[in-house]
């Protein structure tokens, strides 16, 4: 099986920053594009940003300059660095990846648990 665990969610004041870490584990082949995704509360699960293996990426407007997704294929792992945080970043952030089991011929998309980030004075 496969798991995505994310970590370094908290509290900070508007402005500050934090970094997130989702690191994938289990009986892994490939793993392929991943992202972040957040879900504030009474509203939809949004994409937040992605990464591709070539370390191509992709942003939501709303994070264009404040945030940088980056990842360590060697680790497995994928970063979100938030800079800047407004109120507004409050959500659940959810890491997401592509990944193909050894032994499988098609990747399947899995899902973190979720982290809480607060932005709040």
């Known amino acids: 099986q496969v798991q995505l665990v994310e970590s370094g969610g908290g509290l900070v004041q508007p402005g500050g920053s934090l970094r997130l870490s989702c690191a994938a584990s289990g009986s892994i082949s490939s793993v392929f594009d991943m992202g972040w995704y957040r879900q504030a509360p009474g509203k939809e699960r949004e994409v937040v940003a992605s990464?591709?293996?070539?370390?191509?990426?992709n942003y939501a407007d709303s994070v264009k300059g404040r945030f940088t997704i980056s990842r360590d294929n060697a680790k497995k792992t994928v970063y979100l660095q938030m800079n800047s945080l407004k109120p507004e970043d409050t959500a659940v952030y959810y890491c997401?990846?592509?990944?193909?089991?050894?032994?499988?011929?098609?990747?399947?998309?899995?899902w973190g648990r979720g982290t809480q980030v607060t932005v709040s004075s």
């Open positions: 990464i591709s293996s070539t370390h191509n990426t």
């Open positions: 997401n990846g592509f990944i193909r089991n050894i032994g499988s011929i098609i990747p399947y998309s899995y």
